[in-house]
């Protein structure tokens, strides 16, 4: 059960409302306006090509060790294909080599990016 609630009455320590106040209207599209504080300015929107130039030029080992362990798979199940064991699980070794120098790519790039201080 819901019981119902009643406003109390004004006495003489409260005060009723104004009707003819007004409300405060928050616009969503601009920062609040806080007295002794200035936001940063909004970033521009960046496309994907712009972000991927970007992080390849803060982190360009990165891509590189992708490229490295894209190209070392593919040659290597084509060596796999064509009977080439031998060189085929020499490849595959390279790609776990190559991947494992993109993780510490990723890793030295995420602490760089830690430490290096705001601007």
């Known amino acids: ?12 320590g409260q005060t009723a409302k ?15 306006i806080v007295e002794g504080f200035s936001p940063f300015p909004m970033p521009k929107e960046e496309g994907f090509k712009e972000k991927f130039i970007r992080k390849t030029k803060e982190n360009p080992f990165v891509p590189l060790g992708c490229l490295g362990t894209a190209g070392a ?3 290597g199940l084509i060596a796999f294909k064509h009977g080439k064991s031998r060189q085929s ?23 760089i990016t830690a430490i290096k201080p705001k601007q």
């Open 89 to 111: 699980q020499v490849l595959m070794r390279s790609r776990i080599f190559a991947q494992g120098f993109t993780v510490i790519a990723i890793i030295v790039g995420v602490a």
């Open 73 to 75: 798979l593919t040659y």
């Open 18 to 32: 104004s009707e003819t106040a007004v409300p405060v209207v928050f616009d969503i599209s601009k920062p609040p």
């Open 1 to 12: 059960m819901a019981a119902a609630t009643t406003p109390a009455p004004v006495g003489q």
